[in-house]
Protein backbone atom coordinates (compact mmCIF):
# COMPACT_ATOMS: atom_id res chain seq x y z
CA UNK A 1 0.00 0.00 0.00
CA UNK A 2 1.08 3.13 -0.90
CA UNK A 3 -0.19 5.11 2.25
CA UNK A 4 -1.51 8.91 2.04
CA UNK A 5 0.28 10.62 -0.66
CA UNK A 6 0.16 14.41 -0.59
CA UNK A 7 1.32 17.02 -3.36
CA UNK A 8 3.33 18.94 -3.62
CA UNK A 9 5.86 18.42 -1.23
CA UNK A 10 7.23 21.85 -0.97
CA UNK A 11 5.34 25.13 -1.63
CA UNK A 12 6.94 28.40 -2.06
CA UNK A 13 4.67 31.50 -2.89
CA UNK A 14 3.81 35.22 -2.56
CA UNK A 15 1.13 36.47 -0.89
CA UNK A 16 -2.01 37.00 -2.33
CA UNK A 17 -1.36 34.18 -4.83
CA UNK A 18 -3.66 31.06 -4.32
CA UNK A 19 -2.31 27.66 -3.26
CA UNK A 20 -3.41 24.44 -3.95
CA UNK A 21 -2.83 21.22 -1.86
CA UNK A 22 -3.53 17.95 -2.93
CA UNK A 23 -4.26 14.55 -1.26
CA UNK A 24 -4.77 10.68 -1.89
CA UNK A 25 -6.27 8.94 0.81
CA UNK A 26 -5.59 5.20 1.64
CA UNK A 27 -7.87 3.49 -0.64
CA UNK A 28 -10.70 1.89 0.86
CA UNK A 29 -10.79 4.55 3.92
CA UNK A 30 -13.76 6.55 4.71
CA UNK A 31 -12.86 9.33 6.27
CA UNK A 32 -10.24 11.87 5.81
CA UNK A 33 -8.92 14.36 7.40
CA UNK A 34 -7.05 18.16 6.87
CA UNK A 35 -4.70 19.61 9.68
CA UNK A 36 -2.20 22.08 9.66
CA UNK A 37 1.04 22.48 11.92
CA UNK A 38 3.08 25.19 13.26
CA UNK A 39 5.69 25.90 15.39
CA UNK A 40 3.24 28.22 17.57
CA UNK A 41 -0.17 26.37 17.92
CA UNK A 42 1.02 22.62 17.54
CA UNK A 43 -1.14 19.87 15.06
CA UNK A 44 -4.70 21.50 14.33
CA UNK A 45 -7.33 20.01 12.89
CA UNK A 46 -9.04 22.05 9.95
CA UNK A 47 -11.67 19.73 8.24
CA UNK A 48 -12.70 15.75 8.18
CA UNK A 49 -14.97 14.76 6.08
CA UNK A 50 -16.51 10.74 6.11
CA UNK A 51 -17.82 9.64 2.81
CA UNK A 52 -16.62 12.45 0.95
CA UNK A 53 -19.18 14.68 3.09
CA UNK A 54 -17.27 17.47 4.85
CA UNK A 55 -18.92 16.93 8.40
CA UNK A 56 -16.70 19.87 10.47
CA UNK A 57 -15.39 22.18 9.27
CA UNK A 58 -14.58 24.46 12.40
CA UNK A 59 -11.17 24.26 12.47
CA UNK A 60 -10.89 25.89 8.91
CA UNK A 61 -9.31 29.88 10.05
CA UNK A 62 -10.81 31.69 7.10
CA UNK A 63 -12.93 31.85 4.33
CA UNK A 64 -9.85 32.46 2.41
CA UNK A 65 -9.38 28.10 3.12
CA UNK A 66 -11.80 26.01 1.21
CA UNK A 67 -12.08 22.20 0.62
CA UNK A 68 -13.44 19.54 -1.13
CA UNK A 69 -13.38 15.46 -1.81
CA UNK A 70 -14.89 15.07 -5.27
CA UNK A 71 -14.35 11.42 -4.89
CA UNK A 72 -12.91 8.73 -2.46
CA UNK A 73 -9.77 8.84 -3.63
CA UNK A 74 -9.01 12.55 -3.95
CA UNK A 75 -9.08 15.64 -1.83
CA UNK A 76 -8.05 19.47 -1.59
CA UNK A 77 -7.17 22.19 0.32
CA UNK A 78 -6.86 25.69 -1.18
CA UNK A 79 -6.16 29.07 0.18
CA UNK A 80 -7.09 32.09 -1.79
CA UNK A 81 -5.65 34.55 -1.14
CA UNK A 82 -2.45 33.41 0.58
CA UNK A 83 -1.40 35.23 3.19
CA UNK A 84 2.20 34.72 5.10
CA UNK A 85 0.76 34.03 8.59
CA UNK A 86 -0.63 30.38 6.67
CA UNK A 87 2.74 29.15 6.19
CA UNK A 88 2.87 26.06 7.50
CA UNK A 89 2.73 22.50 7.38
CA UNK A 90 -0.39 20.43 6.28
CA UNK A 91 -0.78 17.05 6.77
CA UNK A 92 -3.89 15.62 5.26
CA UNK A 93 -4.59 11.79 6.92
CA UNK A 94 -6.98 8.91 6.55
CA UNK A 95 -9.13 6.44 8.29
CA UNK A 96 -10.80 3.24 8.11
CA UNK A 97 -14.48 3.03 9.58
CA UNK A 98 -14.62 1.74 13.39
CA UNK A 99 -10.46 1.87 13.44
CA UNK A 100 -8.79 4.40 15.96
CA UNK A 101 -5.77 4.92 13.89
CA UNK A 102 -5.60 7.90 11.36
CA UNK A 103 -2.83 7.82 8.95
CA UNK A 104 -0.92 10.73 7.74
CA UNK A 105 0.52 12.02 4.65
CA UNK A 106 4.08 13.35 4.86
CA UNK A 107 2.84 16.67 4.69
CA UNK A 108 3.07 20.00 2.56
CA UNK A 109 5.40 22.48 3.65
CA UNK A 110 4.08 26.08 2.64
CA UNK A 111 5.75 29.26 2.70
CA UNK A 112 4.26 32.35 1.70
CA UNK A 113 6.41 35.12 1.28
CA UNK B 1 -5.69 26.77 26.69
CA UNK B 2 -4.59 23.20 25.49
CA UNK B 3 -6.86 20.09 26.35
CA UNK B 4 -3.87 18.15 26.39
CA UNK B 5 -0.39 19.41 28.12
CA UNK B 6 2.64 17.46 27.64
CA UNK B 7 5.56 17.55 29.32
CA UNK B 8 8.47 18.41 28.90
CA UNK B 9 8.31 20.20 25.86
CA UNK B 10 12.04 19.49 25.02
CA UNK B 11 14.83 16.81 26.43
CA UNK B 12 17.84 15.64 24.91
CA UNK B 13 19.41 12.75 26.65
CA UNK B 14 22.30 10.34 25.76
CA UNK B 15 21.97 7.17 24.36
CA UNK B 16 21.25 4.75 27.13
CA UNK B 17 19.23 6.55 29.47
CA UNK B 18 15.82 6.32 30.61
CA UNK B 19 13.18 8.85 30.22
CA UNK B 20 9.71 9.48 31.11
CA UNK B 21 7.06 11.95 28.85
CA UNK B 22 4.02 12.87 30.06
CA UNK B 23 0.73 14.09 28.95
CA UNK B 24 -1.57 15.40 31.46
CA UNK B 25 -5.71 16.96 30.78
CA UNK B 26 -8.53 18.40 33.74
CA UNK B 27 -10.79 16.21 31.27
CA UNK B 28 -11.85 12.29 31.52
CA UNK B 29 -11.00 10.92 28.29
CA UNK B 30 -12.69 7.65 26.69
CA UNK B 31 -8.92 6.65 25.00
CA UNK B 32 -5.57 7.98 24.35
CA UNK B 33 -3.47 7.95 21.25
CA UNK B 34 0.30 8.02 21.53
CA UNK B 35 2.11 9.03 17.80
CA UNK B 36 5.89 9.60 17.04
CA UNK B 37 6.62 12.20 14.62
CA UNK B 38 9.94 12.06 12.30
CA UNK B 39 11.47 15.26 10.89
CA UNK B 40 9.59 15.60 7.51
CA UNK B 41 7.02 12.88 7.45
CA UNK B 42 3.48 12.64 9.32
CA UNK B 43 3.20 11.38 12.76
CA UNK B 44 2.54 7.64 13.09
CA UNK B 45 0.06 6.59 15.54
CA UNK B 46 2.13 4.13 18.40
CA UNK B 47 -0.30 2.87 20.70
CA UNK B 48 -3.65 3.09 21.69
CA UNK B 49 -4.61 2.96 25.49
CA UNK B 50 -8.56 2.89 26.47
CA UNK B 51 -8.90 1.05 29.97
CA UNK B 52 -7.94 3.37 33.08
CA UNK B 53 -4.90 1.89 34.56
CA UNK B 54 -3.92 -0.05 31.57
CA UNK B 55 -0.27 -0.91 30.28
CA UNK B 56 0.93 -1.49 27.06
CA UNK B 57 4.61 -2.14 26.01
CA UNK B 58 6.27 -2.00 22.56
CA UNK B 59 9.56 -3.22 22.53
CA UNK B 60 11.28 -0.63 24.99
CA UNK B 61 8.60 1.84 25.18
CA UNK B 62 6.02 1.53 27.94
CA UNK B 63 2.40 3.29 27.78
CA UNK B 64 0.54 3.91 30.56
CA UNK B 65 -3.32 4.89 30.98
CA UNK B 66 -3.87 7.04 34.34
CA UNK B 67 -6.40 5.16 36.68
CA UNK B 68 -8.58 8.10 36.15
CA UNK B 69 -8.05 8.37 32.46
CA UNK B 70 -7.44 12.12 32.71
CA UNK B 71 -3.13 11.90 32.00
CA UNK B 72 -1.21 9.26 30.34
CA UNK B 73 2.50 8.46 30.40
CA UNK B 74 5.78 7.00 27.86
CA UNK B 75 8.54 5.38 29.52
CA UNK B 76 11.58 4.49 27.07
CA UNK B 77 13.93 2.56 28.15
CA UNK B 78 17.29 2.49 27.06
CA UNK B 79 16.96 5.33 24.81
CA UNK B 80 18.56 4.99 20.92
CA UNK B 81 19.32 7.75 18.61
CA UNK B 82 16.46 6.34 16.61
CA UNK B 83 13.62 7.28 19.17
CA UNK B 84 14.54 10.69 18.35
CA UNK B 85 11.43 12.76 16.81
CA UNK B 86 8.05 14.56 18.07
CA UNK B 87 6.04 12.77 20.72
CA UNK B 88 2.54 13.90 20.35
CA UNK B 89 -0.52 12.24 22.46
CA UNK B 90 -4.09 12.37 20.98
CA UNK B 91 -7.63 12.23 22.33
CA UNK B 92 -11.34 11.35 20.15
CA UNK B 93 -12.98 14.85 20.94
CA UNK B 94 -15.30 14.38 18.39
CA UNK B 95 -17.90 10.68 18.56
CA UNK B 96 -14.40 8.72 16.81
CA UNK B 97 -13.62 11.21 14.24
CA UNK B 98 -12.17 14.75 15.65
CA UNK B 99 -8.59 14.07 17.07
CA UNK B 100 -7.10 16.71 19.49
CA UNK B 101 -2.99 16.69 20.02
CA UNK B 102 -1.25 17.40 22.69
CA UNK B 103 1.26 20.25 23.10
CA UNK B 104 4.03 17.68 22.15
CA UNK B 105 7.44 16.17 23.53
CA UNK B 106 10.26 16.85 21.12
CA UNK B 107 12.92 14.62 22.11
CA UNK B 108 16.48 14.29 20.99
CA UNK B 109 18.54 11.29 21.85
CA UNK B 110 22.47 11.68 21.25
CA UNK B 111 25.32 9.04 20.60
Known amino acids: DAGVIQSPRHEVTEMGQEVTLRCKPISGHNSLFWYRQTMMRGLELLIYFNNNVPIDDSGMPEDRFSAKMPNASFSTLKIQPSEPRDSAVYFCASRSWGSYEQYFGPGTRLTVT | TQLLEQSPQFLSIQEGENLTVYCNSSSVFSSLQWYRQEPGEGPVLLVTVVTGGEVKKLKRLTFQ ?8 SLHITAAQPG ?3 LYLCATDTGGGNKLTFGTGT ?6
Open chain 2, 65 to 72: FGDARKDS
Open chain 2, 83 to 85: DTG
Open chain 2, 106 to 111: QLKVEL
